[in-house]
């Protein structure tokens, strides 16, 4: 969806607060919900953005010095190497196949010295967290949920998770160097 779930956008903005930042970098932006509350937080906040549907994009440019418009797994991040201390990935992830979304985590984490990932969640099995989504079909065919995690999976990456992940709350959110 071009907006994060409500108890998920609360959980995230705690998050991405507790350490300052200046330079940040939002992947998919959807409709700019991040880029907004960075500039409410640090009105001097340089917000950069990716996303790939240009129909989402409206008013964002009020926050945004620079929005791509590209796929996020093809984008050249060593462009913005020592310009970002903040990367935010709301609802982003899950819409890549796991090799494709290891290999961005990755190349995120080795770029840039934090990160805030949130995810959906849609099912608990024997007490072990899945993070997908039912969604199948969209106008944005990039909105398709493509891959499942565990919260196993996502810590074993090297990311640190961060709350949310039951039934009631329907997402999670992780970071790296917390």
């Known amino acids: ?28 932006v959807g409709y700019g919900f991040y ?5 409410s937080q640090n009105p001097s906040a340089n ?4 996303e790939i549907y240009p129909k989402y994009i ?16 093809d984008f050249e991040y060593d462009l913005l190497k020592n310009k ?4 935010i990935a709301a609802d982003v992830i899950e819409h890549f196949n796991k090799e494709e979304a290891t290999i961005l985590l990755k190349k995120l984490m080795n770029l840039f ?5 949130t995810m959906p969640v849609n099912v608990i099995k024997d ?4 993070f997908e989504a039912p969604l199948k079909e969209h106008e944005n065919k990039h909105e398709i949920h493509q891959s499942s995690w565990t919260i196993d999976e996502l810590t074993g990456l090297g990311l640190t998770y961060r709350g949310g992940g039951d039934l009631t709350l329907l ?4 970071e790296w160097n917390c």
Do not use: W
């Open 84 to 87: 970002i201390d903040l990367v």
């Open 58 to 73: 409206t008013d964002q440019l009020d926050y945004y010095k620079t929005i791509f418009l590209c796929n996020a797994k």
């Open 127 to 130: 007490g072990v967290i899945y």
């Open 171 to 174: 997402i999670a959110c992780f």
């Open 35 to 39: 880029g907004k509350f960075i500039k």
């Open 47 to 50: 917000v950069y953005g990716i």
């Open 1 to 28: 969806m071009p907006i994060s779930h409500p108890r998920i956008r609360e959980i995230a903005t705690k998050v991405i607060v507790e350490k300052p930042f200046n330079n940040v970098l939002d992947i998919g």
């Open 113 to 117: 010295p934090r990160g805030v990932i």
